[in-house]
């Protein structure tokens, strides 16, 4: 069975620009996750989505924003980027949304913004 | 405040030997336990989990162990090979009545296995 797949795997931004990156989970998984990870924060729970809906979400401005799909591929858009974003994005699935599921985490999309 | 503590920032283990890696946490509403293993460049790798209605789960050379009074958790691995040198980290999760919180990561344990 196929993992997480993320794309694109690199990007480059500037100030200002949006950027969208896109995830699409394990067959079968209906629940899409995502992360940042960097060097000062280490790695933090942005939102999650579960059949269309969004589930969770943590700490982050509403510049970071997502959806998920009804074939449950998702996209997280970061409009009027900052240099701060500059992050590792990564995207985390499970079979359902619950306290017990494991999340499988993909590659990663790293984000520069100059 | 971090939530999830991984005091150690690098763990040196000569092959063959016990690795532990500990993580302590401060939430006493995180049930779910996770252990990640995570290359450079590469995404976090699902290793080994633990509900917190349990003290110790195996997998393999993999085993955790739980003490929710002391709200520590630690990570053995037995015999230590060279493939195991990674950053490992400890995550949690709570659930409440509105459903599953996303994942509460430490900051990562560097373990370096030496031939």
């Known amino acids: 069975k196929a993992g997480v797949t993320q794309t694109p795997r690199y990007l480059i931004k500037t100030r200002g620009q949006q950027v969208t990156l896109s995830c699409s989970p394990i067959s079968g998984h209906r629940s899409v996750s995502w992360y940042q990870q960097t060097p000062g924060q280490g790695l933090q729970f942005l939102f999650e989505y579960f059949s269309e809906t969004q589930r969770n979400k943590g700490n982050f401005p509403g510049r970071f924003s997502g959806r998920q799909f009804s074939n449950s591929r998702s996209e997280m858009n970061v409009s009027t980027l900052e240099l701060g974003d500059s992050a590792l994005y990564l995207c985390?699935?499970?079979?359902?949304?619950?306290?017990?599921?494991?999340?499988?985490f993909g590659p990663g999309t790293r984000l520069l913004v100059l | 405040d971090q939530q999830v503590k991984q005091n150690s920032p690098s763990l040196s283990v000569q092959e063959g030997r016990i690795s532990i890696l500990n993580c302590d946490y401060t939430?006493?509403?995180?049930?779910?336990f996770l252990w990640y293993k995570k290359y450079p460049a590469e995404g976090p790798t699902f290793l080994i989990s633990?509900?917190?209605?349990?003290d110790k789960n195996e997998d393999g050379r993999f085993t955790v162990f739980l003490n929710k009074s002391a709200k520590h958790l630690s990570l053995h691995i037995v015999p230590s090979q060279p493939g195991d040198s990674a950053v490992y980290f400890c995550?949690?999760?709570?659930?409440?009545?509105?459903?599953?919180?996303?994942?509460?990561f430490g900051k990562g344990t560097h373990l370096i296995i030496q031939p």
């Open positions: 995550a949690a999760r709570a659930y409440s009545g509105g459903g599953a919180d996303g994942l509460t």
């Open positions: 985390a699935s499970s079979l359902n949304t619950g306290g017990m599921e494991t999340q499988y």
């Open positions: 633990i509900s917190s209605i349990k």
């Open positions: 939430n006493s509403m995180f049930d779910y």
